[in-house]
């Protein structure tokens, strides 16, 4: 036996003619925080609900801390805690009662009953509310609520479809704090489509989409997957109207793929956005370039790509078609297709680049160059759909 | 056994918990007093015949109200997801809330003692009829429950298991009205399944196990049906 925790394989479900789940097959060791990700239907509840023994996978099976989701549902639903989808409870009960009541289901009565309860009530801060009816309470209140049913019985896995949706800010941070303090000595399963939640709460993210398993990697590992950085240089404007030789000057710096000024903050500066071609330091190469081209350098920032990016390009086809995946070897063959795609763009790119470093020193006026720009961003585009959307993302961040 | 315990209780309550109870009760002891002790001195007789009568009249409308919500409620609200995933299974959360619904219906049986009681005070009661009209009931009372709680595990409209269970109640209630009309061939057959001709010998004081076996049947049979609707979510 591995140290698994939980084990998936080759899970199925159909419901009818359609597929939610495909071979899904995944293993979480002890002590793990998992983060479920994926576009609403993609399979992520009812992967949960297998797991839970709610409902039965059509094909493969699962097992949860040694116990088998046909064989033994009991010992599989002994060993879980659970949060559904917007915590359904028993809203006409008052907290406690309701807690009295899922320690009961759970076999606790009594002292031993009592004692749990208030462990769980303090677990989750929900002392002040204990003797108020649910329905009267916030939504992040009924959250915890649902934690502390999910931990009475202090299982070793906790299963939370969602956790954070619907809850403002504070409240999500809140629960986040929770869940990572929760997970320290747990097993725990986070479905959720909140990409930054993943980053800060989870160990290892597994994205689904479509039903099928597209990535099973830490966060880190995810982001360095799509080997891209973005560059923000900020650039002293001495009003000369030189931007344009500047941004060239940066354009052909080795490594940089593109260069896209972006609106300056403050008056007297010029910002630039510069995508990568590879996954090098592009720094020193940039810093270099001020000093030989006696532009002054007021900031650069080297921005890792965030997960939705990463997120989107693995859930998405190119072009927004969907396009079956068949498992996730072939998925890594498409990610490599798609790096080939790119590097044949590039080399298109430089020889662009080198047409329009020759117009630039026939002293070009600037629409011209504005003209070129355009037809580059739409041309060159269509080659790579996904890291074109990515850096509109991050535009929208900022 | 404890689960089956556990569930019932919290079904219960939560009729007290809520204004369903209060609103179900308070209605159906009013009309039943009012149906009832407007013929009573008519009749000029110490019999709480009429009352068993008009008690299973009025169940035909009120069981299908307290059971609509057992399933369709908490699948609406996604509090059977919760329910189901503790180490429960499903023939105990069905069972559960079957007994959960008869302790609201015992309360209602219990509430109309004080009739009996002053019946008894007008005149010399027969006990015989009396505990034969009530164990009645209680046989009729738990088709109905089993009807409405096999309704409600079909939706999670409150209201389609509502008018479903009402439907089937109302069918099992006058099924055996237009006989005379009916095929004379079908007429055994519609006479067997309505439930006024097996609570007949039971109000005049005969308990019979053909009756008490066909109340019983339709329960388990409706109990069953709801059972098999709930597994069925696991292979849909």
């Known amino acids: ?398 | 056994m404890t689960n089956i315990r556990t569930i019932a209780g919290r079904q219960f309550r939560s009729y007290f918990n809520g204004p369903i109870a209060y609103i179900v009760v308070s209605v159906f002891l009013l009309v039943l007093g009012f149906l009832f002790w407007q013929t009573f001195f008519l009749n000029e007789r110490a019999t709480a015949r009429e009352m068993f009568n008009y008690f299973a009249l009025i169940n035909y409308f009120t069981l299908p109200a307290v059971t609509m919500g057992l399933l369709a409620e908490e699948k609406r609200t996604g509090t059977i997801e919760l329910l189901i995933t503790m180490p429960v299974t499903d023939a105990q959360v069905i069972i559960g809330k079957f007994l959960g619904v008869l302790g609201l219906y015992l309360v209602m049986m219990v509430l109309t003692l004080p009739y009996v009681f002053s019946i008894a005070s007008l005149g010399e009661l027969d006990g015989g009829p009396v505990f034969a009209g009530y164990f009645g009931l209680l046989l009729q009372g738990m088709a109905l429950i089993g009807i409405g709680l096999a309704c409600s595990s079909f939706t999670d409209n409150q209201l389609i298991a509502f008018f479903a269970a009402l439907a089937f109640s109302v069918f099992f209630f006058l099924v055996d009205k237009f006989l005379p009309l009916m095929p004379r061939g079908l007429q055994p057959i519609l006479e067997f399944i309505s439930f006024d001709s097996h609570l007949d010998l039971m109000r005049r004081g005969v308990i019979a196990v053909r009756d008490t076996l066909f109340f019983l049947s339709v329960a388990g049979l409706a109990v069953l049906i709801a059972f098999r609707s709930l597994e069925s979510r696991r292979w849909s």
């Open chain 1, 1 to 398: 036996m591995s140290n698994a925790m939980i084990e998936a394989r080759d899970l199925s479900k159909s419901y009818g003619p359609v597929d939610a789940l495909k071979d899904v097959s995944f293993e979480v060791s002890r002590g793990e925080v998992l983060g479920f990700l994926g576009p609403n239907g993609a399979g992520k509840t009812t992967t949960m609900k297998i797991l839970t023994c709610f409902i039965a996978p059509s094909g493969g099976s699962a097992s949860v801390n040694g116990a088998d989701v046909f064989d033994d549902p009991m010992g599989v639903r002994r060993s879980i805690g659970y949060l559904p989808e917007s915590t359904p409870l028993y809203t006409e009960m008052l907290v406690l009662e309701y807690l009295e009541f899922v320690a009961k289901m759970r076999g606790y009565t009594g002292s031993e009953a009592r004692k749990r309860i208030k462990k769980a009530a303090e677990q989750t801060s929900l002392g002040d509310v204990i003797a108020k009816e649910i329905r009267q309470l916030s939504k992040g209140y009924r959250q915890r609520v649902g934690l502390a049913q999910a931990l009475v019985h202090e299982p070793p896995v906790l299963i939370l479809d969602e956790p954070m949706s619907g809850l403002d800010p504070n409240q999500a941070a809140e629960i986040r704090e929770l869940i990572k303090e929760i997970g320290r000595e747990r097993t725990v399963i986070l479905s959720t489509h909140d990409l930054g939640e993943v980053q800060v709460t989870c160990d290892r993210v597994l994205i689904i989409s479509k039903g099928q398993l597209v990535a099973d990697d830490s966060p880190e590992e995810l982001r360095e997957r799509s080997g891209k950085a973005s560059y923000r240089v900020t650039v002293a404007d001495d009003e000369k109207g030189d931007d344009k030789r500047i941004r060239d000057l940066l354009g052909k710096v080795k490594g940089v793929d593109r260069v896209r000024p972006r609106t300056a903050d403050a008056k007297g500066e010029l910002i630039f956005a510069i995508t990568p071609t590879g996954s090098q330091d592009l720094r020193r190469e940039l810093f270099r370039a001020a000093v030989d081209g006696d532009f002054v350098l007021l900031g650069l920032e080297k921005k890792a790509e965030g997960l939705d990016a990463v997120f989107r390009d693995l859930t998405t086809g190119e072009s927004g078609t969907p396009k079956k995946r068949e498992k996730k070897a072939s998925a890594e063959d498409k990610k490599a297709e798609a790096r080939a795609k790119k590097k044949a763009r590039d080399e298109a790119k430089k020889a662009e680049e080198e047409q329009e470093s020759d117009e630039e020193e026939e002293l070009e006026s600037p629409e011209a160059a504005d003209t070129d720009a355009d037809s580059e961003g739409a041309g060159a585009q269509d080659a790579d759909d996904g890291s074109d959307d990515s850096d509109d993302a991050d535009e929208e961040k900022k």
